[in-house]
């Protein structure tokens, strides 16, 4: 038994099914977003899509080339990584600022650990990281959808003179800090289903990453513990604090409908790299992800968590996967 076991970096895919085909499964699985975009913020969405997926896949590319190694461009890794990346920014960040972004992405948080099954961080999370440091008020500057203002299509993509919109997730914060009420978001509840909303390209619509998330569900890509957990331990303190305060927090439904964490938990905290290995290290990863989220848009000073949470318990991967120890092929785990 054990001269048939692999050591190999991750990911680890316990099926037939190539690291080419699971990439594969979530572009199809963002398709849905992708078209909402382009049909919510038409050229704004095209031009951030190719921007961030043309430079990371030239990036990945360029550092193979340095580095004397095999072009890994087929794994459809990199391509992932641009998509991800591209549906967390604002539609209207100028492309030069998506091009960086996506740069830094792939060459320091990927192939600078040695590649795919190597990086500790998730490489679209890195680089919107980075973005944000580096560019804040590019990176909070959200386009009012073309379905909510006719002439949008028309204007060049240019964060200073698109229709500006604050997010739910910004009147949210105006209502925790007693400047407004959370009924204001509330009335928010359908168009953030939809996406009549501003917000990030891959945000702004709940109905296209729920269906999304169902098919890598349904096709068994990603496991069922991160999604649960992190939705579940997020639905918990969304619910603590809309009992303490209705005025002050959202109710859980609309925590979970606006900002990135459908995204979030279905496309960038199942990274089979970053995630932990076992289901139970995976409910512990899940929870973090919702938790922390939760803490950041209900206490700290930022309005949205997603991100920050996704870093931080990526960190905490490897201390994962050795309090919840898998067991070993023909044997147990010595107590």
Same mark, same amino acid.
């Given at each position: ?16 099914? %190539?690291?080419? #085909?699971? !990439? ?6 963002? *398709? ?24 990371? !896949?030239? =990036? @990945? ?10 072009? #890994? ?32 992405? /792939? ?10 099954? *190597? ?19 590019? !990176?909070? =500057? ?11 299509? &028309? ?7 698109? &229709? ?27 168009? %953030? ?9 891959? @945000? &702004? #619509?709940?109905?296209? $990453? ?11 890509? /990603? ?13 918990? *303190? ?24 459908? $995204? ?5 905290? =199942?990274?089979?790299? &970053? ?28 309005? @949205?968590?997603? !991100?920050?949470?996704?870093?931080? $318990? ?9 309090? *919840? ?11």
């Amino acid at each position: 038994m054990l001269s048939k076991i692999t050591v190999a970096p991750a990911p680890h895919i316990a099926r037939s099914h %190539s690291t080419q #085909s699971i !990439m594969l499964d979530v572009i199809l699985a963002l *398709c849905p977003a992708m078209l909402a975009g382009m049909w919510l913020f038409h050229h704004f969405a095209v031009v951030l899509l190719i921007a961030c997926i043309g430079s990371c !896949m030239l =990036t @990945e590319w360029a550092c193979n080339w340095i580095r004397r190694k095999p072009n #890994s461009l087929d794994d459809l890794s990199a391509m992932v990584s641009g998509i991800l990346l591209a549906m967390s920014l604002p539609p209207a960040l100028p492309y030069w600022a998506a091009i960086i972004g996506s740069v830094f992405a /792939i060459a320091v948080g990927k192939m600078v650990f040695g590649g795919l099954g *190597c990086n500790v961080f998730n490489p679209a999370m890195i680089g919107r990281a980075f973005l944000t440091a580096s560019f804040g008020t590019l !990176m909070t =500057t959200w386009t009012v959808p073309a379905t909510m203002d006719a002439q949008m299509p &028309t204007l060049r993509p240019d964060a200073a003179i698109a &229709t500006t919109q604050a997010t739910p997730l910004a009147w949210s914060k105006e209502a925790i800090k007693g400047k407004t009420d959370a009924s204001v978001v509330a009335a928010q509840r359908w168009d %953030s289903f939809v996406g009549q909303v501003g917000g990030c390209l891959g @945000e &702004t #619509s709940a109905l296209a $990453m729920l269906i999304g998330g169902a098919y890598l569900l349904i096709r068994g890509t /990603i496991s069922w513990q991160i999604p649960v957990s992190a939705l579940l331990a997020a639905a918990v *303190c969304a619910t603590i604090g809309f009992l303490i305060n209705p005025a002050r927090y959202m109710s859980p439904d609309l925590h979970i409908l606006t900002g990135g964490l459908l $995204m979030g938990v279905f496309f960038i905290a =199942t990274d089979p790299v &970053t995630a932990p290995l076992s289901g139970r290290g995976m409910l512990i990863f899940g929870a973090g992800v919702g938790g922390l989220t939760m803490l950041i848009r209900m206490v700290g000073e930022y309005p @949205e968590g997603v !991100m920050y949470a996704v870093l931080i $318990m990526n960190a905490f991967t490897p201390l994962i996967d050795r309090f *919840c120890k898998l067991i070993p092929a023909g044997g147990k785990v010595n107590g």
